[in-house]
């Protein structure tokens, strides 16, 4: 048992004794800290002028794929030191996983003690295989054959999961320091006996983790969901459950869809499709029969659009080349279609690379730049959290 | 005979079509008319289920009523087939309390309930199972339950609720033995208790040896189709009249019967086993109260979700007793993300979970003590800017009373001018409703720091610059102060400005006598003298109440002097100024010496400094007295009540000249009759004349 005769210096008196003041120190800026090494980030949250949210703290702690904080000396620095994976034929491999279907994207909150050693990853393979197998038996037991229908089910809503896996994509990742993106999927069987995958989901954190470790917490902020919705929801379920974290869907505004369009076009080639934008008109107009507006641009003419804005094609855009693109997009479409854009929302982008929409469904086109599709909706995420 | 009979046909119809239109019941006659425990009568009962059936199928009944319902049903009033009929009715608005599906165990106990009743209560809890608000009380029937395996008409659904309940916990091996004994018992292929058994293969297969045989067919069948269908559409209905529930925007695609776990923004305490440390130790979901966590707080885990602390009880207690730096962060960036997804999404519509979910920060907030770092820095930081002061109002200003300190400017600049903005944009309820939170934002500033540093949210906070605590506190008094006085300018006195302004200085007066911080802090001369001034008595009572609070608090400081070092900086500006405040009130309501700006001595006036030429040409006559406590114009109502009762029976006329100086005393006494005690208070702790 711990000696409790004598009492330890309080928190308080010892800073009183170290620095004597005459006014008794009573409150503190409050800063909000989680990372335990103290070392960079800790300097760079006293440099800011007030307490910040964990997000924050995090998004600050590790490079982000804007290059508004890129411009930065410090973080310019910072990202001299990190070193990205070089693409191998494995990486092109497990990002050509991406490529097959519509992925809807979520964003996850951290997860709690997710370890990614082999005989954990085993063990919560067998929990996520209890847990949807028992989950499906319960909604199979409920739900009626027309409903099952509307859901899109097969087999008149009955399914049968036969298990669930879990998997390690250690490549999928844009730093060496990132944490290797998760494979989950659930296989089922028809009533023929065909097996058949399910759900599948992947979670994801390209250029999410900084060299600072967060205790046990692990920074997969995008969830990839593809699959039924049953098995779906019962999956995410279980991460929540699992990993105390939170899952929401990804729902990215017009400004953010315009940054990544501007950022996807400088990877694409110049003889590649063309880039396409759809606007959605007001309400009033949707009513009269007019549902989308999509308007299309060139690709060698989108990038030379790109060029006159943005120098250097090999870094990302700051926002405010990124909004200058979408000004100059605007005058583009107003001088010819005489239709301004700025009175419509932009509810999804397509380029050659990848195609997203503002609900958050994603298609990737290309594996080659599946990576940095992955980062930049990461990206996404974090601006979305910065609220301050 | 014919025509009589004919007769007797006709008035019966007739009456009976009166009747119909009388009894037209509506909905709430409807279940009253059941739960009621009124006559029953044949008629009425079938327009009540006609009633019953027609809403509940369109739009689905509430919570309470289902309750109530379910009770009725297994109290054996009606006919087996009407309570069937009317369990058939059962169809859920939006959720189902936990307390119907414990009644509907508790009725399969009575004999005297007939089978077919229990059976039909058993296929309703089936299909609302994922409409129960929490599971937490069911399953500690688990038990209960299993109990009834054994019987033959019930075993099919006893079981299948039994699988729908079942969680790791809950697979034991006297329950396995039980079951395989059932199973050579009465049949081998026995599909319900084949189907538990593999339920429980699934949560621990080491426990079971025996196959259980890989099925094509489902385990379970909808035990009520049609029943199940209503449910669900009008669980669907009411999904499209909502679209932008948060069920909708988490998972778009989550099946209607799924809809609660998502619905449900919160997540209960439960704990998977994957995650436990040791076999040995109690899962929070199974505590039922505090005692049992007192009990078992040694061995208790936390849960799988630290969220749950938002609406359970014990998981907040535990959250307090054993703070960990993990716990602190897991909630916090729940709440950050929860925030983020629910205030500020990128749609612009409004999520209905978002006052629940801030009841329940407001909740967690005042049982911890304890601002919770997400809430102040994420959630009031960046919704201030955006709030409209009407909605939430109630909550946002409930967590803003528990705001920590930043350094001022930057205090000010993000939760004050916010609010200030609103402040003098909306109406005199607002203005009231904001210098409350103030004033409970004062007392909790002022006490100690044990809080903060010890409290589960201490381990995130970063020393990064000193805050000092008299600074902080004089400023934002200063700031309110200024508040305060604008606030009586623009409501033109309003007494419930008054009261709230009464109410802050209360607060502050209280900061060296109660707290001991060495600070003195007077309201400002225009707010005194408004008070004084004002036409409310509650206003000029209350200022005298004020001042009178002020005298211990200086007598403490006069106390606690050494020497000639003062105890705090401006002590005899402040000194001096409650002096002068306590002067003005004394000559103006006591003393007949209003307006006299010539004083032999004492502390002099802040107020009576007016120019002898500009008083003499208001041609006022005894201006000295016009403040005077029986002819000031704010108690003339008391003055005429004092004069009826002193000169009942006397021909003279009434006026408050009339009262000597003599009977001044008694009106004060009156006065104190009538609730004004303060004023009495103030004359006799300042003045000798009660000696």
């Known amino acids: ?388 | 005979i014919n025509r009589q009979q004919k007769w007797a046909r006709h008035t019966t119809a007739a009456t009976m079509a009166l009747e119909l239109e009388d009894d037209d019941l509506n909905l709430s006659n409807a279940v009253e008319y059941f739960t009621g425990g009124g006559e029953i009568s044949q008629f009425r009962t079938k327009m009540a289920l006609a009633s019953l059936e027609k809403h509940a199928k369109e739009t689905g009944l509430e919570a309470g009523q289902i309750t109530s319902l379910v009770d009725m049903a297994g109290s054996c009033r009606l006919g087996t087939q009407l309570l069937q009929k009317l369990i058939r009715c059962l169809i859920p608005q939006e959720h189902v309390e936990q307390e119907a599906a414990l009644k509907v165990v508790s009725f399969l106990g009575i004999p005297e309930t007939p089978t077919s009743v229990k059976t039909m209560l058993l296929k309703w809890t089936i299909l609302v199972f994922d409409l129960l608000d929490g599971e937490d009380l069911l399953s500690s029937l688990y038990d209960v339950l299993f109990y009834f395996i054994d019987f033959d008409i019930l075993r099919p659904f006893v079981c299948q609720l039994l699988c729908f309940m079942t969680r790791r916990e809950h697979v034991m091996e006297f329950r396995v033995h039980k079951l395989l004994d059932l199973l050579k018992r009465v049949d081998v292929n026995n599909q319900p208790i084949v189907s538990l058994l593999w339920a429980y293969k699934v949560y621990r297969p080491d426990l079971l040896s025996v196959s259980v045989k890989s099925r094509k067919a489902a385990l379970f069948k909808s035990p009520e189709r049609v029943l199940a269908a209503d449910i669900l559409r009008v669980q669907a209905k009411r999904k499209t009249a909502r679209p932008q529930s948060l069920l909708a925007k988490s998972i778009q695609v989550t099946p209607p019967s799924k809809r609660r776990k998502f619905c449900g923004a919160l997540p209960r305490p439960t704990a998977l086993e994957i995650n436990r440390r040791d076999s040995h130790t109690a899962l929070v979901s199974q505590l039922s109260s505090v005692e049992d966590l007192v009990d078992n707080l040694e061995h208790v885990e936390l849960p799988s979700q630290m969220a749950s602390s938002l609406e359970s009880l014990i998981v907040r207690h535990l959250l307090t007793v054993a703070p960990g730096r993990d716990a602190a962060v897991r909630l916090t960036f729940w709440l950050e993300h929860c925030i983020s997804e629910v205030f500020f999404a990128h749609s612009p519509d409004e999520n209905p979970q978002a006052e629940r979910i801030l009841d329940s920060f407001v909740s967690l907030t005042g049982f911890l003590q304890d601002p919770m770092t997400a809430v102040q820095y994420f959630f009031l930081s960046g919704y201030l800017p955006l709030w409209n002061g009407v909605k939430y109002r109630y909550q946002i200003l409930q967590l803003m009373t528990y705001l920590q300190p930043e350094p001022f400017e930057e205090f000010r600049r993000t939760y004050l001018m916010p609010i200030d903005r609103l402040f003098f944009a909306l109406d005199v309820f607002f203005k009231a409703d904001v210098l409350c939170c103030w004033q409970r934002l004062l007392y909790n500033l002022l006490t100690p720091d044990w809080r903060r540093r010890e409290g589960v949210f201490g381990s995130l906070l970063v020393e990064d610059q000193d805050v000092d605590q008299v600074d902080f506190i004089e400023q934002f008094v200063e700031y309110v102060g200024g508040l305060c006085t604008a606030a009586l300018q623009t409501e033109r006195n309003h007494p419930l400005v008054q009261s709230a302004v009464l109410s802050f200085f209360d607060a502050v007066c209280e900061i060296y006598q109660t707290y001991g911080i060495r600070l003195m802090i007077l309201p400002l001369p225009c707010i005194v003298y408004r008070l004084m001034f004002s036409l409310s008595l509650s206003g000029t009572a209350g200022m005298c109440r004020l001042l009178v609070k002020y005298k211990p608090a200086f007598e403490k400081v006069a106390a606690a002097r050494m020497g000639s070092l003062p105890p705090f900086a401006n002590y005899l500006a402040v000194t001096k100024q409650l002096n002068c405040y306590i002067m003005d009130v004394c000559n103006g309501l006591w003393r007949s010496s209003a307006f006299r700006v010539k004083q032999k001595e004492g502390p002099g006036t802040l107020l009576f400094e007016i120019r002898k030429e500009t008083l003499s040409a208001l041609c006022l006559p005894k201006v000295h007295d016009t403040l005077l406590v029986y002819t000031n114009v704010t108690f003339l109502g008391l003055t005429w009540k004092y004069l009826q009762a002193q000169q009942q029976e006397s021909q003279k006329a009434l006026h408050p000249r009339n009262i000597s100086k003599p009977q001044r005393i008694a009106f004060l006494d009156f006065l104190r009759q009538h609730h004004v005690e303060s004023v009495d208070d103030f004359i006799s702790t300042f003045t000798t004349i009660r000696n």
């Open chain 1, 1 to 388: 048992m711990a000696d409790t005769s004598t009492p330890r210096p309080s928190r308080k008196a010892k800073r009183l004794d170290m620095t004597p003041r005459t006014t008794p120190v009573w409150a503190k800026k409050p800063k909000i800290l989680t990372p335990l090494s103290a070392g960079p980030t800790l300097r760079r949250l006293s440099a800011t002028p007030r307490g910040f949210s964990l997000s924050r703290v995090y998004a600050e702690s590790r490079t982000r794929p804007s290059a508004s904080l890129a411009a930065s000396e410090h973080e310019t620095t910072v990202e001299k030191e990190r070193e990205r994976v070089p693409p191998s034929r494995e990486q092109l491999r497990q990002c050509q996983v991406l490529t097959q279907g519509k992925w809807c994207l979520h964003s996850v909150s951290p997860l709690y003690n997710l370890q990614a050693m082999v005989d954990r990853v085993r063990s919560y393979s067998r929990s996520l295989t209890a847990h949807i197998k028992v989950g499906i038996e319960r909604w199979n037991g409920v739900a009626t054959a027309r409903e099952a229908e509307e859901t899109g089910a097969e087999d008149g809503g009955r399914q049968t999961v036969m298990r669930a896996s879990i998997s390690l994509l250690k490549e999928l990742k844009s730093f060496v320091n990132d944490h290797p993106a998760i494979s989950l999927a659930v296989y089922g069987r028809t009533s023929t006996g065909k097996e058949i995958v399910l759900c599948q989901c992947i979670l994801c954190g390209c250029g999410a983790t900084g060299e600072d470790e967060i205790g046990k917490f692990v920074m997969l902020p995008l969830l990839l969901c593809n699959g039924t919705s049953v098995a779906t929801s019962h999956l995410v379920d279980w991460l929540q459950m699992t990993f105390d974290c939170r899952v929401s869907r990804l729902e990215i505004p017009s400004r953010h869809l315009f940054y990544l369009i501007a950022n996807w076009t400088r990877y694409a080639s110049d003889k590649g499709k063309g880039v396409d934008f759809c606007f959605s008109p007001s309400r009033h107009v949707v009513d009269k029969g007019l549902r989308q507006i999509v308007l299309s641009v060139r690709q060698d003419t989108a990038k030379a659009l790109l060029a006159s804005i943005h120098s250097n094609m090999r870094s990302e855009l700051t926002d405010d080349e990124a909004e200058r693109f979408r000004m100059a997009v605007s005058a583009h479409f107003y001088r010819v279609f005489r239709i301004r854009v700025e009175a419509l929302n932009l509810t999804g982008v397509t380029s050659p690379i990848a195609r997203v929409s503002s609900d958050g469904n994603l298609t990737i086109l290309s594996g080659d730049h599946a990576v940095e599709i992955l980062e930049f909706l990461t990206g996404i995420i974090w601006k979305l959290g910065d609220r301050r």
